[in-house]
């Protein structure tokens, strides 16, 4: 109970300067309870919209697409209308439904806009049927009652401002269908995002199948008292011998398969945040070591007299631990509620970017406070363990001393060598990763490589103050005469403080340093490989993976100025090499001209031999994984259709990253195997300019697809730079995400130096005694934050960028060869680092510059 209240009282006598500690613990938590508060909430929102969309037992056909996939054929398998009327006479069904549901489908209104979701939600097109009023209701208007009627979601609407009597086009591969709205419908649950049109069932079934007759889907309810199980399986026996034909789901495990669509999305974003918050953590840590480390020296002889009245070693440091254990409490509990707000937060950005989450969805399991609230506890503990020790070693003879403890020149040889070799075997294991001749030990090479240099770094950086700080006080600091040299004796007086507290900036930077030259490099390979094997003028894709639709096709394919089109189509099919050994494999259907429009080296054979009839091409891995040479017949059993013997007429080499590994066959071969109606579209389309007329060739295609706003075209320049703009966005998250670990660095900064005036209260009262103002006592303050900050930025930024060259040697065996160091955002960091520092100290300053001078001598 003694240990308690001391530590209590020690811990109220100093919250002002456990704030920012608290403060980093606060923001740590909020960033891992804010991460499973979204997270959980999402799953939340799915689980709703399975469990009100599924009926008791799901009837489609055997080839139905996942729910996440878009058909290659761009229509969707069907199964016969009759068959609804067979379901619905077995024994145990209540009602059963026909659906007809397209996600192969773009929607435009009457501006020529496109009205889908732009954040990777689908955009659906289905038949309106009692069973859709499940999931949602009509807000106004009403349903769809013909071919010239179409009813849309809310979301949509409100979105695109659009009103009953405003005309759609829907967009499908069996032609466009035109419509005026005549209902907008409201979800019962929460809709992630989804663009949804209604069309009555006849127009569905033309417009989205083709004809009459066809559905995809037959939705099945249950008598009262009947399990799914049990429905499922009674519908099973009633089809008999035709039940291999379809698929049969119970609501349970069409749930469970939405789950699984959406949870790979789901779990890289919840582990992705979870690591960048486990980052905060780290550098929280040096924040917390320094506090506790530096109230330790300043309360030495306070503890000196507990030793001296009967304190314990144990005592003294159990009193230290509880303080920490405080601390931790209330920045954990600050950070679970901060992280329910960043959650709500996340949720707006996500719908600002188009998925919807409703706050009504909101879900904090009762596992969020509990990790929350163990991490920030268990990890402000551990970090506060070393300073208890310490604190518990400190003698009675301390009593008899000043506060606090002399400037420790040295960093100790101990560690100093424990850092030498932890760096050495670090920088060995990049260097082991970077000569790796295979991907995966290389990756692990890597991963070793990074956290022992990355500790060698933070044990070493003490031993590294005194000759970088040095260095950087003669390019900076001199110039500031007298007070520019106190503040580097200021930064060299606790090598291990300034080593902690610029670790903790280094961390972040370190990542940010090594992330740009990995994206870097992965553009200018990207570039270079471009230049060197596309051949074609220009690319026509979908930026959701649509297929390209006949009507588009035929346009683009009519653009004056074009020497040749090369339509790129992809099919499944399983094939077995000479051994007899089976795989599943994509086969790329083009026409003969794309060996114009991609330079693909050869290691055996000619490329253009592939597209003789029933021949092929294999890349250069799976012929020596299967032991395929030219000349060899592959059996070809292609997805819905026949089986083909083809020929091996080329093997590429799976030297680059575009295409690697594809196989090649003509486009006629795969339509003589395969019905007309499952014959794909094409995934892409590649098109070279006649000699001169390029800019005119790229106007006419743009001028031809306009009536279809899904398809992009792209010269050459344009590709690039949307390559370079998609890596951008990808850095841009993750370093909004490091900001977090670099603010907490900085909070870092600024208690370190805050702690440092309490502790050099006497000397500042001194120096401002004979003769130092307070602008040159601020000026010294914000010089030392600049140069522990420097300090940082360079260890940080040095040793990113060793990983990031690591990082791309171990790429280049996939492909991307070209190292690029971004030197303008390596300098960009560097120079803000020392705008960081001077932020850092501004409040620290001023309060030092506000101390009154007698009162600062007078303090002990």
């Known amino acids: 109970m003694t240990v308690l209240k001391t530590s209590l009282r020690n811990f109220l006598a100093h919250k002002g300067r456990m704030a920012l500690s608290a403060v980093a613990v606060l923001l740590s938590v909020a960033f891992v309870s804010g991460t499973l508060v979204f997270t959980d909430t999402m799953n939340t929102t799915f689980d709703k919209l399975f469990a009100s969309t599924a009926?008791?037992?799901?009837?489609?056909?055997?080839?139905?697409?996942?729910?996440?996939?878009?058909?290659?054929?761009?229509?969707?398998?069907?199964?016969?209308?009759?068959?609804?009327?067979?379901?619905?006479?077995?024994?145990?069904?209540?009602?059963?439904?026909?659906?007809?549901?397209?996600?192969?489908?773009?929607?435009?209104?009457?501006?020529?806009?496109?009205?889908?979701?732009?954040?990777?939600?689908?955009?659906?097109?289905?038949?309106?049927?009692?069973?859709?009023?499940?999931?949602?209701?009509?807000?106004?208007?009403?349903?769809?009652?013909?071919?010239?009627?179409?009813?849309?979601?809310?979301?949509?609407?409100?979105?695109?401002?659009?009103?009953?009597?405003?005309?759609?086009?829907?967009?499908?591969?069996?032609?466009d269908l035109t419509a005026k709205i005549s209902g907008i419908v409201e979800f019962k649950v929460t809709n992630p995002g989804a663009t949804v049109v209604y069309f009555d069932t006849a127009t569905a079934q033309r417009g989205l199948l083709g004809r009459e007759g066809l559905f995809t889907?037959?939705?099945?309810?249950?008598?009262?008292?009947?399990?799914?199980?049990?429905?499922?399986?009674?519908?099973?026996?009633?089809?008999?011998?035709?039940?291999?034909?379809?698929?049969?789901?119970?609501?349970?495990?069409?749930?469970?398969?939405?789950?699984?669509?959406?949870?790979?999305?789901?779990?890289?974003?919840?582990?992705?945040?979870?690591?960048?918050?486990?980052?905060?953590?780290?550098?929280?840590?040096?924040?917390?070591?320094?506090?506790?480390?530096?109230?330790?020296?300043q309360r030495t002889r306070e503890i000196g007299l507990m030793r001296a009245i009967g304190a314990g070693r144990e005592q003294v440091n159990r009193s230290v631990l509880v303080e920490a254990l405080l601390l931790g409490l209330v920045g954990s509990v600050a950070g679970v509620a901060a992280g329910v707000g960043l959650a709500v937060g996340l949720m707006k950005i996500m719908s600002s970017m188009g998925m919807e989450l409703s706050t009504r969805d909101l879900t904090v399991a009762w596992t969020t406070p509990v990790v929350g609230l163990a991490l920030g506890i268990v990890v402000t503990v551990l970090a506060a363990y070393v300073p208890a020790r310490r604190a518990g070693k400190v003698s009675p003879m301390a009593a008899l001393r000043d506060a606090g403890t002399p400037a420790d020149g040295s960093a100790g040889r101990v560690r100093g060598a424990v850092g030498i070799a932890l760096t050495g075997a670090g920088a060995a294991a990049l260097v082991a990763a970077a000569r790796a001749e295979e991907a995966k030990p290389g990756s692990l090479w890597l991963g070793?490589?990074?956290?022992?240099?990355?500790?060698?770094?933070?044990?070493?950086?003490?031993?590294?103050?005194?000759?970088?700080?040095?260095?950087?006080?003669?390019?900076?600091?001199?110039?500031?005469?007298?007070?520019?040299?106190?503040?580097?004796?200021?930064?060299?007086?606790n090598p291990r403080r300034t080593g902690a507290t610029a670790a903790a900036l280094m961390i972040g930077l370190a990542l940010v340093a090594g992330l740009s030259v990995v994206g870097s490099s992965m553009v200018a390979s990207a570039t270079e490989e471009l230049d060197r094997s596309v051949g074609a003028d220009f690319i026509v894709q979908s930026g959701t993976g649509q297929?390209?639709?006949?009507?588009?096709?035929?346009?683009?394919?009519?653009?004056?100025?074009?020497?040749?089109?090369?339509?790129?189509?992809?099919?499944?099919?399983?094939?077995?090499?000479?051994?007899?050994?089976?795989?599943?494999?994509?086969?790329?259907?083009?026409?003969?001209?794309?060996?114009?429009?991609?330079?693909?080296?050869?290691?055996?054979?000619?490329?253009?031999?592939?597209?003789?009839?029933?021949?092929?091409?294999?890349?250069?891995?799976?012929?020596?994984?299967?032991?395929?040479?030219?000349?060899?017949?592959?059996?070809?059993?292609?997805?819905?259709?026949?089986?083909?013997?083809?020929?091996?007429?080329?093997?590429?080499?799976?030297?680059?990253?575009?295409?690697?590994?594809?196989?090649?066959?003509?486009?006629?071969?795969v339509a003589r195997h395969l019905p007309a109606e499952r014959v794909p579209n094409s995934l892409l389309v590649l098109a070279s300019a006649k000699d001169g007329q390029e800019a005119a060739a790229y106007r006419a295609l743009k001028d031809a697809l306009s009536p279809y706003p899904q398809y992009k075209v792209s010269n050459q320049a344009d590709y690039k730079e949307e390559l370079q703009k998609q890596v951008g966005q990808l850095l841009n998250i993750?370093?909004?995400?490091?900001?977090?670990?670099?603010?907490?660095?900085?909070?870092?900064?600024?208690?370190?130096?805050?702690?440092?005036?309490?502790?050099?209260?006497?000397?500042?009262?001194?120096?401002?005694?004979?003769?130092?103002?307070?602008?040159?006592?601020?000026?010294?303050?914000?010089?030392?934050?600049?140069?522990?900050?420097?300090?940082?930025?360079?260890?940080?930024?040095?040793?990113?960028?060793?990983?990031?060259?690591?990082?791309?040697?171990?790429?280049?065996?996939?492909?991307?060869?070209?190292?690029?160091?971004?030197?303008?955002?390596?300098?960009?960091?560097f120079i803000g680092s020392a705008f960081v520092g001077l932020f850092a100290a501004l409040v620290p300053a001023f309060r030092a510059g506000r101390m009154n001078v007698l009162g600062a001598i007078a303090s002990e």
């Open 217 to 297: 889907q037959v939705m099945v309810d249950a008598e009262p008292g009947v399990g799914d199980d049990a429905l499922k399986a009674d519908v099973a026996a009633a089809l008999g011998a035709d039940a291999k034909d379809y698929k049969l789901h119970t609501a349970a495990e069409v749930a469970d398969a939405g789950r699984e669509d959406v949870a790979g999305f789901l779990d890289v974003m919840k582990y992705a945040m979870l690591g960048f918050a486990g980052i905060a953590f780290l550098v929280g840590i040096f924040l917390i070591v320094n506090t506790f480390s530096m109230l330790v020296a």
């Open 55 to 175: 009926s008791d037992v799901t009837v489609s056909p055997k080839g139905a697409a996942g729910n996440d996939e878009v058909p290659q054929s761009g229509r969707p398998e069907s199964l016969p209308a009759s068959l609804v009327e067979r379901v619905r006479k077995v024994e145990g069904v209540k009602d059963a439904q026909g659906s007809v549901t397209s996600m192969s489908v773009t929607v435009v209104d009457a501006k020529n806009e496109n009205v889908g979701p732009t954040g990777g939600a689908p955009t659906i097109a289905v038949n309106w049927s009692p069973y859709e009023l499940r999931s949602v209701e009509l807000a106004s208007g009403h349903e769809p009652r013909g071919p010239t009627d179409v009813v849309v979601d809310a979301g949509t609407a409100e979105k695109h401002r659009l009103k009953i009597g405003d005309t759609l086009r829907t967009i499908a591969v069996t032609g």
């Open 734 to 829: 993750v370093y909004g995400l490091l900001a977090l670990a670099i603010v907490v660095a900085v909070l870092g900064v600024v208690n370190t130096l805050a702690l440092s005036v309490v502790e050099r209260t006497r000397e500042i009262g001194l120096m401002r005694a004979i003769g130092l103002s307070r602008r040159q006592l601020r000026r010294m303050i914000r010089l030392e934050s600049v140069v522990i900050a420097l300090f940082g930025a360079l260890l940080g930024l040095g040793l990113g960028m060793g990983w990031g060259t690591a990082a791309q040697k171990l790429l280049a065996l996939e492909g991307l060869g070209v190292l690029e160091i971004p030197w303008s955002t390596i300098v960009t960091v």
């Open 448 to 493: 070793l490589g990074v956290v022992l240099s990355l500790l060698g770094f933070v044990v070493v950086g003490p031993l590294l103050a005194g000759g970088v700080v040095r260095v950087l006080g003669v390019v900076v600091l001199r110039v500031f005469g007298p007070v520019g040299r106190m503040a580097e004796r200021n930064a060299l007086r």
């Open 547 to 669: 297929p390209i639709v006949p009507q588009a096709q035929a346009a683009l394919e009519k653009a004056p100025g074009l020497d040749h089109v090369t339509r790129y189509k992809v099919v499944d099919a399983r094939i077995t090499d000479p051994r007899g050994k089976v795989s599943t494999a994509d086969l790329a259907a083009t026409d003969p001209t794309y060996v114009k429009d991609l330079r693909r080296e050869t290691t055996a054979g000619t490329l253009t031999d592939a597209y003789a009839e029933d021949a092929m091409s294999v890349g250069s891995d799976y012929a020596a994984e299967h032991g395929v040479k030219v000349g060899d017949v592959l059996t070809v059993a292609f997805t819905g259709g026949d089986t083909a013997k083809l020929r091996v007429a080329a093997i590429t080499a799976d030297t680059g990253q575009v295409d690697k590994g594809a196989m090649y066959t003509h486009v006629s071969t």
